[in-house]
């Protein structure tokens, strides 16, 4: 049955076409997520990089299909061509990606090289498909329905496989390749069932052949690949990486320095990390009325949780959405020696849960609270450093309660730093600021707040190896280069928080 013929075709013919048409798109799809999500990973502002990745999508799209008037014979020929080229670019972006990010200057012309060239052979495939039909004009209307359909379902599997499924479960270079594989197994199934279509069958049954393998053999070989690039972005071995459902986290090693790095972000460093949770956890329990029940929000690596035990009359909640974390944290040889198996004590309860929904829907009061999350480099986080949430958080403490916040650095990141301290002002908090140095992130800050006047009433641990009395009050002093007025505050409903935290670090990259 000729296709350039006149006999028509029925449309259960190209019902493998309208399967291709699903998986493409799916795939397609998830490319332009792990592009996203990789760029977001890689030099933050994950809002950015995602709105650019959808607007050059779109575009791209557009672009592949005016470009397809100008194809004009071989139809088929040219929709093998597109099956494959989008399995090779696709299937390998985010090993392209990292590489350009290690050894270019321009990862961002990478970036949008490769959201172009996906989203225009993309743009391709619906006219070509219905090109290579419009003479069955009996069933047209039908067979356009189909791929625009399977094109839009594709689409949607494709986004909600990617974070539920696909990144948990193989990270971004195997969902890459397996993306790539099941590409280029469509492109096999089509010359199979057309080749008498094709010009030269061989030519393209051995180029999908060749990367076929080549894909298969990166997803097998995909943890070694991680390594190897991991390696290059740390300064330090890497030994150990783990994508949980939420978060990267990777641990390394250089000689005594152990380093746990959350999104390519260090969270702690064996060296140092005394000074920070040491402000984090007793400068507020010096002001705080009791510190019978304290609650923790983050805190997973256990540090925090090992501080508090120190007080014999606490107890702890702590609260960390990523269970893979507390549980890593809870197990891992190297880490619970440093956090003494602080996640196994009996006074502390994990729930890994959202820190704003455990205050949503709990109703406890706490003579403590510490909030010890991520910097607010994403709209998930930065969440968790509005106004909203920090009434929240005062609705939980008791009425001689204290709260602490981590809150980046008045140094490098002033503005952030200070919007945090307003933003909880705004909520009739009263607020003391203080901060020190820790080598492996520098000046950094916390904000101290309470119902009622802060006013010192215990004394410090004797074991603590930085804080003494002495220089308790030096904490309190800032430099005129770290203090900034002229701040908005970060509301829920426009967080410039986020902003203010992404010119920081393009400041200082």
Not at 49 to 57: F, N, R
Request: charged share 20%; glycine share 6%.
């Amino acid at each position: 049955m000729k296709i350039s013929g006149k006999v028509q075709a029925p449309a259960k013919e190209y019902r493998l076409l309208m399967l291709t048409t699903l998986l493409i798109s799916g795939c397609s799809m998830v490319y332009e997520l792990i592009i996203s999500a990789v760029s977001s990973y890689l030099t933050g502002n994950s809002t950015l990089q995602y709105s650019v990745t959808i607007g050059l999508y779109m575009f791209a799209l557009g672009v592949g299909s005016f470009l397809s008037k100008f194809i004009k014979r071989n139809l088929w020929g040219w929709f093998a061509k597109v099956e494959i080229s989008i399995g090779i670019i696709g299937g390998s972006c985010s090993l392209v990606l990292f590489l350009s990010n290690l050894y270019l200057t321009s990862y961002e012309i990478v970036m949008y090289m490769e959201i172009l060239a996906i989203g225009t052979l993309a743009g391709l495939e619906i006219p070509l498909l219905t090109r290579i039909i419009e003479e069955d004009r009996k069933e047209l209307r039908l067979t356009l329905s189909s791929i625009f359909s399977f094109d839009y379902i594709g689409g949607l599997i494709g986004s909600v496989a990617f974070p539920m499924l696909l990144l948990p479960s193989f990270g971004y270079f195997a969902t890459c390749f397996l993306s790539g594989s099941l590409n280029l197994t469509a492109a096999t199934l089509i010359m199979l069932k057309y080749r008498r279509k094709l010009n030269h069958p061989r030519i393209y049954g051995a180029a999908v052949f060749i990367f076929l393998c080549a894909m298969i053999a990166g997803m097998v070989f995909s943890e070694n690949i991680s390594n190897v690039i991991e390696n290059g972005l740390y300064r330090d071995r890497v030994i150990l990486s783990e994508q949980t459902e939420y978060q990267k986290i990777v641990i390394t090693k250089h000689k005594d320095d152990l380093r746990l790095y959350i999104d390519g972000n260090c969270q702690f460093s064996t060296v140092d990390e005394y000074r920070y949770h040491e402000a984090l956890v007793h400068v507020p329990l010096t002001y705080a009325e009791k510190h019978d029940k304290v609650l923790i929000l983050g805190g997973g690596d256990g540090l925090a949780a090992r501080e508090l035990l120190k007080y014999p009359e606490t107890r702890i909640t702590l609260v960390d959405l990523d269970k893979a974390m507390t549980d890593l944290c809870s197990n891992e040889p190297q880490i619970t020696a440093v956090n003494c198996d602080s996640l196994k004590s009996s006074r502390v309860r994990i729930i890994n849960m959202d820190a704003y929904e455990y205050l949503e829907n709990n109703q406890e009061l706490y003579d403590v609270i510490i909030v010890d999350l991520p910097d607010p480099n994403n709209e998930s986080l930065n969440k968790l450093y509005t106004n909203v949430f920090y009434r929240m958080c005062a609705s939980h403490l008791s009425s001689g309660g204290v709260m602490n916040v981590q809150s980046t650095s008045p140094y490098y990141a002033k503005s952030a730093y200070w919007c945090i301290g307003k933003t909880m002002e705004s909520e009739g908090l009263r607020v003391k600021s203080f901060h020190l140095q820790v080598p492996a992130f520098g000046d950094w800050g916390f904000h101290m707040a309470s119902k009622k006047e802060l006013e010192k009433r215990y004394k410090l641990p004797d074991d603590t190896k930085f804080l003494t009395e002495e220089n308790l009050p030096t904490l309190f002093v800032f430099g005129k280069d770290e203090i900034q007025e002229d701040i908005e505050i970060n509301r829920l409903t426009k967080p410039v928080l986020i902003q203010y935290y992404n010119d920081a670090a393009r400041e200082w990259e």
